[in-house]
């Protein structure tokens, strides 16, 4: 094979390999950020668990501090009775009394139904907060695996780019600048072989003229169609 070709080979290769290297690194972003999305479900269901929580923790408060209220009025009610000397106060404020007193079981049997859905909604919480651990533990797993994957994608780019520096060290300029601008421009192959008289890059069926030069093996030939570099495999 035409030495420059088998040099330029050995490039190609190495930019293949770097070309993957380098999208595998580059979508490691991607995959931390699906991988954290994971979490948003859990921790949306938990978010809701925690807010429930305190919704009835603040009616059970509420409760309590009517409850509170309503037991200071029956306190002063009472003092007025022992205070009065008319019967008819006197059962008036009684009445009140009795009134508050309904008032106060009612809202006791509130606080009771309040406390109920309170273990019922800790229970959710605690439910939603373990599976969030869990979660979070597969996440934290997934995230220090694809950590040290960049690390090792980029320590073998570093050791292609070193390699692929050492392989066109002596190589013409113009040998070089033609095959960049032909990696370029056609993607991942600027050198493809000829199977049966077809070019390797478009698959087109190669003149007699072209095939006749590349069995010269004297010079660079380039496929009539694509621009390509030719060699026989």
Do not use: W
């Amino acid at each position: 094979m035409f030495d420059i070709i088998s040099k330029l080979l050995q490039v190609q290769e190495r930019d293949q390999r770097l070309r993957n290297l380098q999208k595998d690194l580059k979508d490691i972003p991607m995959l931390q950020a699906r991988a954290k999305d994971q979490l948003a479900g859990d921790q949306a269901a938990c978010d809701a668990a925690q807010a429930k929580v305190r919704e009835v923790e603040v009616k059970i408060k509420n409760v309590e501090l009517d409850i509170q209220t309503r037991q200071n009025t029956i306190k002063r009610l009472h003092d007025q009775q022992f205070e009065t000397r008319k019967n008819d106060e006197f059962q008036a404020l009684g009445n009140e009394v009795i009134r508050y007193q309904n008032e106060v079981r009612g809202l006791e049997d509130q606080e009771i139904e309040h406390m109920e859905a309170l273990e019922a909604a800790k229970a959710v919480l605690q439910e939603a907060q373990g599976k969030l651990a869990v979660t979070q533990g597969h996440v934290n797993d997934e995230l220090k695996q694809l950590d040290e994957r960049a690390a090792n994608l980029q320590t073998r780019i570093t050791e292609l780019k070193a390699d692929r520096a050492a392989i066109v060290q002596p190589l013409a300029p113009d040998s070089l600048n033609l095959y960049d601008r032909l990696m370029k421009s056609k993607g991942n192959s600027a050198i493809v072989p000829v199977d049966a008289g077809v070019c390797g890059g478009c698959h087109m069926k190669l003149v007699s003229a072209t095939i006749n030069a590349l069995k010269a093996n004297d010079a660079i030939v380039h496929c009539e169609q694509c621009g390509r570099i030719l060699y026989f495999d």
